[in-house]
Nanobody
Framework: VQLQASGGGLVQPGGSLRLSCANTGSTFGVNAMGWFRQFPGKQRELVATVANDGTTKYADSVKGRFTVSRDNAKNTVSLQMNSLQSEDAAVYYC???????????????????????WGQGTLVTVSS
């Protein structure tokens, strides 16, 4: 699995940005892809992920504003970010979950042995 992210940049508050990520390597065992972000001095946190069956998972802070989507035929995952706020400014990382998932109450969790694969970060700056 090799992840190549693109699409970061500078946007004004209230604006939109779209991030894209392509898996240019093996897709074997990849059951979910998505995005995490990291603020300075903080741990990486979930933004949104989508499993192979289309089930999505979002951070509460982005629900209704961000949309994660996958194109399984092209092995890509995208993040459409609308109504961006200064609090969304961070380094965004593309993510792939290589391993099994378990489903419970409409969402999914890693199960057993798995790998977390990360792409290079892409900076999103929200400023007027």
């Amino acid at each position: 699995v090799q992840l190549q992210a693109s699409g970061g940049g500078l946007v004004q508050p209230g604006g939109s940005l779209r991030l894209s990520c392509a898996n240019t390597g093996s897709t074997f065992g990849v059951n979910a892809m998505g995005w995490f972000r990291q603020f300075p001095g903080k741990q990486r946190e979930l933004v949104a992920t989508v499993a192979n069956d289309g089930t999505t998972k979002y951070a509460d802070s982005v629900k209704g504003r961000f949309t994660v989507s996958r194109d399984n035929a092209k092995n890509t995952v995208s993040l459409q970010m609308n109504s961006l706020q200064s609090e969304d400014a961070a380094v965004y990382y593309c993510y792939a979950h290589q391993g099994p998932l378990s489903y419970y109450k409409g969402t999914y969790y890693p199960e057993g042995k798995y790998l977390e694969v990360w792409g290079q970060g892409t900076l999103v700056t929200v400023s007027s």
